[in-house]
């Protein structure tokens, strides 16, 4: 077996605005710098290649540039290429500019000079790491960290279901959904057994160093600090890519404390600081991974897209007629039946209705050794991410969301259909109720395509 890596740095310029929120937001500084990260695995003659690249999500251009000129430098072809974002509610600048669908497509505009230059980066970043293989071992480990990551829509007393209902409120009920704990690390090391990086798998949302306001300063969040503080214990040369597992329900808020106590120090760098220690953790206990070869199946599918009612277009077009401005900041998440909530997303909404009656998503799986991968497309619920795992044809499996473009969609459980959660509201979920179950099947099918 051999392994290389490489890392890049990725900031963006001052004044690109950043995606993540419902108002325009152009950055003024920088937390964390960006980077993308990638590692290169191969076996038998075979290479396999995944890439981690610290922003919001993963547009298919960006994705098609990459591999096509990864394949073009290196010639492992896209099956055998997975690229997905941390997610980072503080990087910028990257999308398809001509693509309005979006929810807020009306305060958000991508940079494309930016989009051009990060392309070629990223698939870069794979051909460095390739260039960079050398004989290598690889152990594997997981374990379950809990007490920073938290289902975030709740079962409230009166029977609603509500995302982030308030610090201690007394009348939640239960978490609405599953949470996904697990950590699962890969460790690579050079001949003499020295570690030279480690592919991290976790499933939490990338969005805690926002308060409100919304932070106008990149920063990679809580995975950027957990590869700093790695490189303190392994060396500066040491590279940590960073896998996010299926989060689309998960985020940081331990509403069980006060507003003050939560926030008494940085989330980010609080997380970062425990995961890095959980991975130092792992080092001694990992078990060898078996080179037992290295291979790839990536395909796009299409799914049904949600329909509206003639009587719900009517109703949108009318909301703009009442209210022909719009700022982006009327309404509340938590009441998405309201004029000023529907009004905010009105526009994309009608967008959206115009769109083909089927979108396309992306499922990987990359089989490295006795590690199964699996990727998908899109804010994908915790409960998929645990699903692909029981059901993986290996014992040991990470699972990555937002990865190989793809519509950038949430994929909610079907009980969260028919609630007023934000993620299960056109066109914050534009595919029907059984998306998740379609592609968590499919990835499956292709890991165990891949173990024959």
């Not at 075979?46 to 591999?67: L, T």
């Not at 309404?331 to 909530?341: A, M």
Request: proline letters at 6%.
């Amino acid at each position: 077996m051999k392994c290389g890596f490489y890392e890049s740095e990725i900031t963006p310029p001052l004044g690109c605005n950043m995606k993540g929120y419902f108002r325009t937001r152009l950055a003024e500084g920088v937390i964390e710098k960006l980077y993308v990260k990638a590692v290169a695995v191969e076996m038998d003659g075979v290479c396999g290649i995944v890439v981690s690249v610290e922003a919001e999500f993963m547009p298919q251009i960006v994705h098609d540039v990459a591999v096509e000129r990864i394949a073009a430098y290196t010639g492992i072809p896209s099956d055998r290429v997975l690229i997905n974002a941390t997610h980072t509610h503080t990087g910028g600048g990257l999308g398809d500019i001509h693509d309005k669908s979006g929810a807020d497509s009306l305060v958000y505009t991508p940079d494309e000079a930016y989009n051009d230059v990060l392309s070629r980066l990223v698939g870069d970043c794979g051909i460095l790491a390739y260039h960079r293989l050398q004989p290598a071992s690889a152990k594997m480990a997981k374990t379950d960290v809990h007490g920073i990551s938290f289902i975030r829509n709740y079962v409230m007393k009166d029977g609603r279901i509500l995302m982030n209902p308030g610090w201690q409120n007394p009348d939640v009920v239960e978490p609405f959904g599953t949470l996904d704990p697990e950590l699962g690390v890969l460790f690579f090391c050079d001949e003499q057994g020295n570690p030279i990086g480690a592919m991290v798998n976790y499933a939490l949302h990338h969005d805690c160093v926002s308060s409100w306001p919304p932070c106008t300063m990149y920063c990679s969040d809580y995975s950027g600090v957990m590869a700093k503080e790695l490189k303190k214990t392994y060396g500066e040369n040491f590279v940590t890519v960073f896998v996010n597992g299926c989060c689309g329900n998960i985020n940081h808020f331990d509403i069980s404390r006060t507003f003050d106590d939560f926030f008494a120090d940085p989330p980010y760098i609080r997380i970062g600081q425990r995961l890095a220690d959980e991975v130092r953790n792992l080092y001694e206990k990992a078990e060898p991974l078996a080179p037992t070869g290295v291979g790839g199946k990536k395909e796009i599918i299409y799914i049904e897209r949600r329909q509206l009612s003639p009587e719900e277009v009517q109703e949108y077009k009318d909301l703009i007629k009442k209210y022909p401005e719009r700022t982006g900041a009327e309404g509340s998440v938590h009441d998405p039946n309201g004029e000023g909530y529907k009004r905010r997303r009105a526009e994309a909404i009608l967008d959206f209705h115009e769109l083909p009656p089927e979108l396309p998503m992306v499922v990987q799986a990359l089989k490295l050794g006795n590690c199964m991968m699996f990727a998908v497309s899109g804010e994908v619920y915790s409960e998929f991410g645990i699903y692909m795992k029981e059901h993986s044809p290996l014992g040991f499996s990470m699972v990555s969301e937002m990865a190989n473009g793809g519509n950038e969609n949430y994929i909610p459980t079907r009980q969260a259909f028919g609630t007023d959660l934000y993620e299960a509201q056109i066109s914050s979920s534009s595919l029907i109720p059984d998306a998740g179950y379609i592609m968590a099947e499919h990835a499956i099918k292709l890991a165990e395509d891949l173990c024959k």
